[in-house]
């Protein structure tokens, strides 16, 4: 499927930038760092081509799309030590495939309950705080 | 990892059989029907083995697992024809490995926001009604 113009997983313009920072790609995704750090080290996985459903996708491009998506809640989990990482492709009005990564805390907001998607307290951070948590997620990656 | 008694998708009893109802078995996992059915042909993959992260798998296993939910969810989407298919995996306090397939329709609750867990206004079916869907799924999941 190519890439259409208004999918901003395809354009990675403003509309992308200003919720998310790129930590690294992956084999065949993108891993993003959600701006609004409710769930410290939440994360988006992007899928490098527009599909929308997952079983639109090859047998190959799941298997490793479900592998991108392991490893980055695998770096969440080291470098945050959440108590449950929750997992979850919506896309209604963004339908190109992304998983949020969203650790939840046994001491933190909604924990037990599905994590907000836009929590309304937003708790936005500074670069050096970004680049702290995106550090710590990347050194995870790479053991 | 063992099957831990208090898990109730690795015991099967009530507290699961109250929400779901079993419709087959698939490569290592099952798939139930949510018996709330706000969002029409919602159902669950849960894994057969007791795992509570994506990133617990051998590679093999999430292959599998992963082919699970996208054969599931194609059944309900050439069933139930939604906008779009939600997936997520939860599980702060049930973490046995299970996805919520969640059709999403374009005129129905919640487009474009996550879905209710629980809705409120619940949705609960006859066993006549229920057999109907579930026919329709298991014809699409021979396909």
Redesign the interface.
Known sequence: MPHPEDCQYCAKDRRLTEIMIEICTLQVSTLYLFREQTYRGRCIVALNVHQ????S?D?ET??Q???D???A??AV?KAFKP???????????V?HLHYHIVP?YMDGDC????FE?NPSGKKILNDEEYGTIIRAIKKHLAA
């Open positions: 929308t459903e997952l079983f996708l047998d799941l298997r799309f479900s592998k998506v392991a490893k809640a695998h989990q108590g449950k990482i929750n997992y979850a492709v919506y896309g209604d009005l339908p939840k924990w037990g309950k599905p998607m």
